[in-house]
């Protein structure tokens, strides 16, 4: 079945390092979602990609979205303790065209 | 603000018991879902409902089954309890599409099966 993928699983910076993780699906995906999970807390969405190559950005957080829609990235620039959590993306799939999580990247930020 | 709310924030249960677990939530969303969430495996999606009395099953629905008599109501019934179920599991809510909305989650249940 259809898989979402997401590289690397766990990430230790430096505060002020740049932080990007990559998600990438097996099939086309109509749109991504993004998510952030803090520690103890619980998913809270971050933002929705549609178009083809599409680039938004959030303050310090840049989402893309892929040419060919199987792949998406979030960019963040000087991290900040305040970034720590895990990051999934999430795209449709599947039979019922439900919402398929991918496996999540952890980030941890050194002060 | 959306807010689902899960009846409990940690539940211990013994093996064989029926556990049940409660998620209400407060927008007037027709989708609902539970997931489970296991280290290294993200979030794993058990079932998923997008109206009144109406349930679907998602990737891993095995030893579980929901049920769903109000709109803002979706519960989680663990038929058996198995040590391998335990684990957290969150609720979530959405309107809309199932997979082109942003899904709302509770604080979660970390679940242990003794």
């Known amino acids: 079945g259809q898989q979402v993928m997401q590289i690397p699983q766990y990430q230790h910076v430096q505060e002020g390092e740049d932080f990007t993780t990559y998600c990438n699906s097996s099939?086309?995906?109509?749109?991504i979602q993004w998510y952030k999970q803090r520690p103890g807390g619980h998913p809270v969405f971050l933002i929705q990609?549609?178009?083809?190559?599409e680039v938004k950005k959030q303050k310090r957080l840049t989402f893309q979205f892929g040419e060919a829609k199987k792949n998406s990235s979030l960019h963040i620039t000087a991290t900040q303790t305040t970034d720590v959590g895990t990051y999934f993306c999430?795209?449709?799939?599947?039979?019922?065209?439900?919402?398929?999580f991918g496996t999540g990247t952890l980030l941890a930020v050194q002060p | 603000d959306v807010k689902v709310t899960q009846s409990s924030r940690y539940l211990v249960k013994r093996t064989g018991e029926k556990v049940f677990l409660e998620c209400v939530q407060d927008?007037?969303?027709?989708?609902m879902f539970w997931y489970r969430q296991d280290p290294g495996l993200g979030l794993r999606l058990i079932y998923f409902?997008?109206?009144?009395?109406?349930?679907e099953k998602g990737d891993i629905p095995e030893g579980y089954s929901v049920s769903r008599e109000k709109k803002e109501r979706f519960s989680l019934i663990l038929e058996s309890a198995s040590t391998n179920q335990t684990s957290m599991y969150l609720c979530?809510?959405?309107?809309?599409?199932?997979?082109?909305?942003?899904?709302?989650f509770g604080d979660g249940t970390r679940l242990s099966i003794l």
């Open positions: 979530a809510s959405s309107n809309g599409g199932l997979s082109n909305q942003p899904q709302h």
């Open positions: 099939t086309t995906l109509s749109n």
């Open positions: 990609l549609v178009k083809s190559g």
């Open positions: 999430a795209g449709p799939g599947g039979a019922t065209n439900k919402l398929i």
């Open positions: 927008m007037d969303h027709e989708n």
């Open positions: 409902s997008y109206d009144v009395k109406m349930k």
